[in-house]
């Protein structure tokens, strides 16, 4: 468990909270290119770390990132002109260029320099491969982008969702950490739906977990058993500010999946859910599966239509939230929970994100009672309090910000030999690089059959 203070610590992201702080030393992705529309068009609302934004492309095709409100009597620019290389607001006719500049206040004499001394909170923006980043630190000059595999991989060999939780961020980031809970939330009740992974149920299995800081953040393990001279290992990782990577299954799409866990604000985050092959562009018409959890040949225990988006509305968001939300129970089946669906819920984002959001919009670490499989959880909160405690007291930042390259790691899930270190042993797994395969391999050991003929028995 943690302390109340430690869990504000975590938690709070808004300007001038310590982990607020410590989230504006890095670039992070913001938009998929796609989101923000052509030359000219209207700007999105965005809320970000507490801080309501507009993004938008000026009719030069510059991304800007301002703040909702003009800095002359505060009215919204999402409602502004996108012209004249600018963003005008409607008001009074100000208008801001991408990096927060005024370029003219047509009301104002035309001897005027007050335009000269308005600086609009803007922050900058970088588009690489189909993705924006943006920089909301405190620094003149930004330091380097993150040498991610998300940012180097061509547009056409990723896939990016969007969704919106109403959760705080740790512990919807939390969720990538945990490799136990698929064997119950995401798993079956029927054994004609086995898949490849989530399986330690009918295998009888108690996995193993470990986890280790790294430059980056923490890398974390799950050991499961193969055969007797053989473990199988399925790594992890964290990245500073708020990227994870989970452990690949199977070898049919041969991708890296992951997540973006972005704080809206204290109680919302917005999800990208990831995945890039190194080798080869991904087929569009497999998105939709392995982004929604991996269907297979097998039966599907999935409903699908529940992941959909509800209506778009313009609040920041509003694109990107779902027909299944706390309202109507995500959902949820009865029948299905008693027939089909361990959980009840429809779908893989929708059972994560209904049991996160389940936890009330931020959890209170004060009353949990941590287990061993817990740990990669624990080492990442050890590791953000350390840092955040750092910037505080010595003005530290992790030296991460400054070495691109400390991000180039990929998860990853094969064999070693049960007498080998995971940590030397993965490494050659993990090194992140254009035109290097996937290791990744599923939860089936050759015995599977007999060992859930002898779960099902001793029941």
């Not at 938008?56 to 012209?83: D, I, K, M, P, Q």
């Not at 104002?108 to 980043?133: L, M, Q």
């Not at 996160?356 to 953000?384: F, K, W, Y």
Request: net charge negative; aromatic share 10%.
């Amino acid at each position: 468990m943690l302390s109340a203070t430690d869990n504000d610590l975590l938690t709070r992201v808004g300007p001038g909270t310590p982990m607020g702080r410590l989230l504006r030393e890095f670039w992070f992705p913001v938009l998929p290119s796609a989101e923000v529309e052509s030359p000219g068009a209207r700007p999105l609302r965005i809320r970000l770390l507490g801080e309501d934004l507009v993004i938008f492309r000026n009719t030069a095709g510059e991304v800007g990132l301002l703040s909702e409100y003009c800095s002359h009597r505060g009215a919204s620019l999402y409602f502004g002109r996108n012209e004249d290389e600018g963003l005008r607001c409607v008001y009074h006719g100000w208008l801001y260029s991408p990096n927060g500049r005024c370029l003219e206040m047509p009301a104002e004499p035309a001897d005027s320099n007050f335009k000269d001394k308005i600086a609009h909170p803007a922050y900058p923006c970088r588009e690489v491969n189909g993705t924006i980043w943006a920089y909301m630190g405190p620094r003149a000059a930004p330091p380097p982008l993150p040498d991610y595999g998300l940012a180097r991989m061509p547009v056409d060999h990723k896939a990016v969702r969007l969704t919106v939780r109403e959760c705080n961020w740790m512990q919807a980031l939390e969720g990538d950490l945990d490799l136990s809970h698929g064997a119950y939330l995401h798993s079956t009740v029927d054994e004609q739906y086995l898949g490849s992974n989530h399986l330690d149920r009918f295998l009888r299995e108690t996995p193993h977990f470990e986890a280790v800081e790294t430059e980056y953040g923490v890398a974390h393990a799950v050991r499961r058993g193969w055969d007797e001279d053989h473990d199988l290992w399925g790594i992890g990782h964290y990245f500073f500010p708020f990227l994870t990577l989970f452990p690949p299954v199977g070898d049919a799409m041969q991708v890296v999946p992951g997540h973006i866990w972005i704080p809206m604000d204290d109680r919302r985050t917005l999800v990208w859910s990831t995945q890039w092959h190194p080798m080869r562009p991904i087929a569009e018409e497999s998105n939709q599966g392995t982004l929604g959890g991996g269907q297979s040949s097998r039966p599907s225990i999935f409903d699908w239509g529940w992941e959909q988006y509800a209506e778009p509305d313009p609040e920041p968001g509003g694109r990107w939230r779902q027909k299944g939300n706390r309202r109507n129970d995500y959902g949820f089946s009865e029948e299905a929970q008693l027939t089909r669906r361990y959980s009840g819920l429809p779908a893989v984002e929708l059972q994560d994100r209904g049991i996160q959001e389940s936890m009330r919009p931020i959890v209170d670490r004060t009353i949990e009672h941590l287990g061993a499989n817990d740990v990669p959880q624990i080492r990442v909160r050890q590791r953000l309090l350390k840092a955040v405690t750092a910037l505080e007291d010595q003005g530290t930042v992790p030296s991460c910000v400054d070495n691109p390259s400390a991000y180039r790691f990929r998860s990853a899930t094969g064999l070693l030999p049960k007498a080998e270190s995971w940590i030397e042993g993965t490494r050659p797994w993990c090194a992140d690089e254009l035109g290097v395969p996937v290791v990744a391999r599923g939860h089936r050991p050759p015995d599977f059959e007999s060992r859930v003929a002898a779960s099902r028995a001793s029941r």
